[in-house]
C-alpha cells in the first residue's frame, strides 16, 4: 500500500479554497490508484482528486478525507502518428504535454490561455478555449480511461461505451479517477497573433466577418471606458519572430509587473478603479507576434484574482456584456480587471456548459484581496437571465434546481455517475448541492 503523506494542507491557486486533508497521496501508477481506492473504501473515506490547484470552486475539497494528487503521474503512454493521436496519463500538466506532441511534430487543435492545468483537471471543468470552429478541451478526446469507486478500470471512447465516455469528457471528477487520456491532434502549426486596441462600438458590427476570417478571437472590455483589447490568431507557414527573452520581458515581467502596481493602487485605494480602468485601457498598444501554436495561446498570470465565467449562447453575448456594463457603471462597481469575452463551438457533451449550441464565455475578474460580492453576485444575476452555465471551474452560486434546467442531458448523466459510484466516494458537499444529492 503506498504511504500517504502527513501533515499536508492545501491552498488552490486563487486563495479561495484551503484545506487539510486526513491523508494526503501521490501515486505513480494506476495500480497505486487502485490501492487507495480499496483504502477508502474499507475505512469509508471520501476521495477527491486535485490536479494543479487551478479552480475557484470547492470540487477538490475533502477535508478529513482522502485528497490524491496526480502529480507523480504524468507522461506519454503512446502515440499513432498516423491517426495524429497522444495517449497521456491524466496528471500531464498541459505545458508539458504541448512540449511532448511539439517534438512529435504534433499540436493540440486549440488551447485556452493557462497551461498550467493537468489535463485531466481540464477536462473535467470544462476548460476551453476561443474560436467559433473549435468546441471546449473535451472536444479533443477519442477515448479515456478511468478506475470508478469499485476500483475497475473502465474504458471509454467515442466508439465504446459512449454513453459512460459523454458523461466522462466532463465529469467534475465524479465518476472516479481518470488515469488516461487519447487526445485527436494535428499537425504542429505556428500562429501569427495580432493585438490591436479598438473600441466596442466599432467590433460589434464586425463580428461575424471577424469570425469568418480568423481561427481564434477574443477581445477584453476595459470598465469604464470603450476601449477593447482585440485578439486575432491565424495560422501561417512564417517562422517564429518572438525571442524567448523578448517574450518574457514584454508580456510577463514588464505587462505582470505594472499591473500589479495599477492592481495594488486599486486595492489600496478602491475608488481609484475606475480610473486605474481607464490607464489599463489608455496603455494599450498594438503588437504582433508569430510562434508554435502553444506559445501563442499561453499567457503567464502572476497577478492573482478571483474568477466568475458563464457560458450564454452566442447570440445573446454581447447584449449580456452591455448589460454588465451598465450594471458596472450605474453601482459604480470598484473593478479595474478587463472582463474577457470568448467564443467555442457547441458540442454533444453531457456536462458541457456549450451543450448544443455555439457559446460565447464571459468572465469577470478582480483582484485578489478586494471585495468581489457585489460585482459578481450583479453579473451572475444578468448571466442567469441570459441562459447562463457556469464554468464549473469558476466562482459560482449555482445548484442543482437551476442547473438540472440548463443541461438536457443531466439525468442521463446521475445514472452514469450513480452506476461508478454508488456510495458516493467520489462526492463532496460542493458536488452534492451540485447534483442535488442527499
Known amino acids: 500500500m503506498i504511504s500517504p503523506i502527513n501533515g499536508y494542507e492545501f491552498k488552490n491557486w486563487g486563495e479561495t479554497l484551503k484545506f487539510k486533508p486526513?491523508?494526503?497521496?501521490?501515486p505513480s501508477s494506476e495500480e497505486e490508484i487502485q490501492q487507495i481506492i480499496q483504502f477508502a473504501k474499507k475505512n469509508q473515506l471520501k476521495i477527491r482528486v486535485v490536479g494543479s490547484g487551478h479552480s475557484w470552486t470547492f470540487l477538490c475539497e475533502s477535508e478529513n478525507q482522502i485528497l490524491i494528487s496526480l502529480e507523480n503521474f504524468q507522461g506519454l503512454i503512446s502515440i499513432d502518428k498516423e491517426k495524429k493521436?497522444?495517449?497521456?496519463?491524466?496528471?500531464?500538466k498541459l505545458f508539458a504535454l504541448s512540449e511532448i506532441l511539439e517534438k512529435n511534430g504534433l499540436a493540440m487543435i486549440n488551447m485556452g490561455d493557462i497551461n498550467k492545468q493537468a489535463i485531466a483537471g481540464a477536462l473535467s471543468t470544462g476548460t476551453h478555449g476561443t474560436g467559433v470552429n473549435y468546441g471546449i478541451i473535451p472536444t479533443q478526446v477519442v477515448a479515456l480511461t478511468f478506475i470508478n469507486a469499485n476500483g475497475e478500470k473502465i474504458e471509454c471512447s467515442t466508439e465504446n461505451n459512449t454513453h459512460i465516455f459523454k458523461a466522462a469528457q466532463v465529469s467534475l471528477g465524479s465518476l472516479g479517477i481518470i488515469t488516461s487520456i487519447t487526445l485527436q491532434c494535428v499537425d504542429l502549426y505556428n500562429l501569427h497573433i495580432q493585438k490591436k486596441k479598438e473600441t466596442l462600438k466599432d467590433l460589434i458590427p464586425r463580428i461575424a466577418e471577424i469570425h469568418q476570417n480568423n481561427r481564434n478571437?477574443?477581445?477584453?472590455?476595459?470598465?469604464?471606458?470603450?476601449?477593447?483589447?482585440?485578439?486575432?490568431?491565424?495560422?501561417?507557414?512564417e517562422k517564429p519572430n518572438t525571442s524567448g527573452f523578448k517574450k518574457w520581458f514584454f508580456d510577463i515581467f514588464l505587462e505582470n509587473n505594472l499591473f500589479k502596481i495599477i492592481s495594488d493602487v486599486s486595492k489600496t485605494v478602491p475608488a481609484s478603479a475606475s480610473t486605474m480602468s481607464k490607464i489599463c485601457g489608455m496603455a494599450i498598444s498594438n503588437s504582433s507576434e508569430i510562434n508554435v501554436s502553444h506559445k501563442i495561446y499561453a499567457t503567464e498570470r502572476l497577478v492573482k484574482f478571483n474568477e466568475m465565467e458563464y457560458g450564454v449562447p452566442s447570440e445573446k453575448g454581447i447584449e449580456c456584456l452591455l448589460k454588465i456594463k451598465e450594471f458596472i457603471e450605474k453601482e459604480k462597481i470598484n473593478v479595474h480587471f478587463p472582463i474577457e469575452f470568448r467564443w467555442v463551438k457547441g458540442d454533444d457533451i453531457y456536462l458541457s456548459p456549450a451543450y448544443g449550441y455555439e457559446t460565447v464565455f464571459i468572465s469577470c475578474h478582480m483582484y485578489l484581496g478586494m471585495p468581489y460580492e457585489k460585482y459578481f453576485r450583479g453579473s451572475e444575476e444578468i448571466f442567469l437571465s441570459y441562459d447562463g452555465r457556469p464554468h464549473w471551474g469558476k466562482m459560482h452560486t449555482q445548484k442543482a434546481d437551476y442547473l438540472k434546467t440548463k443541461y438536457p442531458q443531466w439525468e442521463a448523466f446521475l445514472k452514469v455517475r450513480t452506476e461508478m459510484d454508488t456510495q458516493g466516494m467520489f462526492l463532496n458537499n460542493h458536488l452534492k448541492e451540485i447534483f442535488g444529492i442527499e
Open 85 to 92: 493521436q497522444a495517449t497521456v496519463k491524466s496528471g500531464t
Open 217 to 237: 478571437f477574443e477581445f477584453y472590455w476595459f470598465p469604464y471606458t470603450e476601449i477593447i483589447q482585440a485578439k486575432y490568431s491565424n495560422e501561417t507557414k
Open 22 to 26: 486526513k491523508h494526503y497521496f501521490k
